[in-house]
């Protein structure tokens, strides 16, 4: 069956590090995975989206990079600060569904 | 412009009771979508509308019926609530179907005893 995984439930980083999030999947090929931010209490808002054919993309302070043959996205926060303290989820693209991973917890401690 | 609206925020059930959950955006998007959130799965998709006048099964329908009421309008509901339908529920709109990003509302936390 498929399956997303985000690489931790929890990541704790220093302000200012890189902080490197990760989404393996299994048993699909997706046409674009997004990346979206989740606060305490409140509904997911969207960052990011790479299509199958990008390798990278960048915003700002976020890169987002696809490798369809690792079937991984790794989503990079540079210059972390405190206010980058959230839940990050990964969603795929999965038949015309869209299928999101549990998500992983980051902290970023001044 | 409001996004996404979603009441109630808060609601606590009975087992058996049944409850309609509300929601509308104000962005002409053409569809929208339900989800369940529950600790460590993510969300999970339980219906959708890929545009006005349909209605389509998403992962995990049982126990749901939907209503697509008008292009704003997209309500959720729970017939006969079970304990096992306790969770925070997100409604979401995006543009059309396909990669498109989906705007959430601020969720319902329910509660099933």
């Known amino acids: 069956s498929q399956k997303i995984e985000q690489n931790s439930e929890a990541l704790n980083i220093q302000e200012g590090k890189t902080a490197t999030l990760t989404c393996n999947y299994t048993?699909?090929?997706?046409?674009?995975l997004q990346w979206y931010r989740q606060d305490p209490g409140r509904g997911p808002v969207f960052l990011l989206l790479?299509?199958?054919?990008?390798k990278e993309k960048r915003k700002e302070r976020l890169k987002v990079t696809f490798d369809t043959t690792l079937k991984q996205s790794l989503f990079h926060i540079t210059a972390s600060q405190p206010a980058d303290s959230a839940t990050y989820l990964c969603?795929?693209?999965?038949?015309?569904?869209?299928?999101f991973g549990a998500g992983t917890r980051l902290t970023v401690k001044p | 412009n409001a996004g996404v609206t979603q009441t109630p925020k808060f609601q606590v059930l009975k087992t058996g009771q049944s409850m309609t959950l509300q929601c509308a955006q104000d962005?002409?998007?053409?569809?929208m979508y339900w989800y369940r959130q529950d600790p460590g799965m993510g969300l999970r998709l339980i219906y959708y509308?890929?545009?006005?006048?349909?209605?389509d099964k998403g992962e995990v329908p049982n126990g749901y019926n939907v209503s697509r009421l008008n292009k704003r309008e997209f309500s959720l509901r729970l017939e006969s609530a079970a304990p096992s339908q306790t969770s925070v529920y997100f409604c979401?709109?995006?543009?059309?179907?396909?990669?498109?990003?989906?705007?959430f509302g601020p969720g319902t936390r329910l509660t099933v005893t």
């Open positions: 979401a709109s995006s543009e059309d179907r396909e990669s498109y990003e989906q705007y």
């Open positions: 048993n699909y090929s997706p046409a674009y």
């Open positions: 790479i299509r199958e054919n990008e």
């Open positions: 969603a795929l693209d999965m038949v015309g569904d869209m299928r």
């Open positions: 962005m002409n998007h053409n569809s």
């Open positions: 509308s890929a545009s006005e006048g349909t209605t």
